[in-house]
């Protein structure tokens, strides 16, 4: 890309976020968690990355999704999670192109802070530093800090990757129906404690928020925001079916809310678990 992700973010109202890898993955029979998948299965990874670059988005997530130390001591411990990074990285920046920027996709160490589980603040921060080092090194456009329950732990994660990068962040937090994520947390309240650390675009993705409920909750915060905010909801809840999570929402159900969180002023608009190439497709028109 000629522009730097910074300039592009400052430059353009609405941006096109990619969709789902990890249940993508699933569906071709892949591993989890599916950072994992960047050795077992790397053509399937660049078959469906490739497939959101052709589709037109400008945001592509590299698949390292929590490939951290720690989540890989206990989820991933017979790989060598250093190299799941690198190839994550190798892979993205294959199917894109140079078309679109790819983002170093950050989540959490999949342990609960003291008091509520057994993890330091400065376990954390060592552990999400150690990852962002390596995507740095693999030459990332900026990072997607997401899916995070807990704002401390999100807190912890933004500083430790702004000690080692001052590349662009995406953060966002998992927001339920009720309005406010699992920790208790609101939108503003999150808002207001992430900006001052340097974060450029601030959200919510996955959940089992609808998007309708999404744009109504964003909206007050997307009157005063002063960096823009980002919508990645899920295809719907999701049903089992033969033991496989099947997502139902189509297309063009896709479209209209897209459509209806643009009109609430959300900036970077995507989707996670459930949304595939033919839901981007559905909207790339719109950006």
Not at 229 to 252: E, F, H, K, Q
Request: charged fraction near 20%; charge should be negative.
């Amino acid at each position: 890309m000629e522009k730097s992700f910074k300039t592009f973010l400052a430059e353009n109202k609405f941006i096109l976020h990619c969709g789902a890898t990890g249940t993508e993955l699933i569906k071709r029979g892949g591993a989890t968690p599916g950072a994992v998948n960047n050795a077992l299965l790397p053509e399937a990874v660049l078959e469906i990355q490739k497939g959101y670059a052709d589709a037109g988005v400008k945001i592509l997530l590299a698949n390292t999704f929590s490939m951290n130390p720690i989540f890989a001591a206990t989820h991933a411990k017979d790989y060598d999670w250093e190299k799941l990074n690198r190839t994550g990285v190798q892979i993205a920046k294959k199917a894109a192109s140079g078309r679109c920027y790819v983002l170093g996709n950050v989540g959490p160490v999949g342990e609960l802070l003291e008091p509520f589980g057994p993890l330091k603040e400065e376990d954390v921060y060592e552990a999400i530093r150690q990852q962002a080092v390596i995507l740095v090194e693999e030459g990332i456009d900026g990072f997607s800090i997401q899916t995070f329950y807990d704002l401390r732990e999100l807190k912890v994660a933004v500083e430790a990757v702004r000690s080692v990068s001052a590349l662009p962040i995406i953060a966002n937090m998992v927001f339920t129906a009720q309005g406010a994520t699992m920790m208790g947390d609101t939108p503003e309240k999150a808002y207001r404690e992430l900006l001052p650390l340097g974060i450029d675009v601030f959200g919510h993705n996955c959940g089992d928020i609808d998007f309708i409920s999404l744009g109504d909750l964003l909206l007050p915060l997307a009157q005063k925001a002063e960096i823009p905010l980002c919508a990645l909801p899920n295809a719907g809840l999701p049903r089992s079916i033969d033991g496989v999570a099947v997502y139902p929402m189509t297309p063009a159900e896709f479209r209209e809310g897209v459509l209806y969180l643009k009109s609430k002023n959300i900036a970077v608009l995507g989707g996670c678990c459930g949304v595939h190439v033919e839901h981007i497709a559905a909207v790339a028109d719109l950006f």
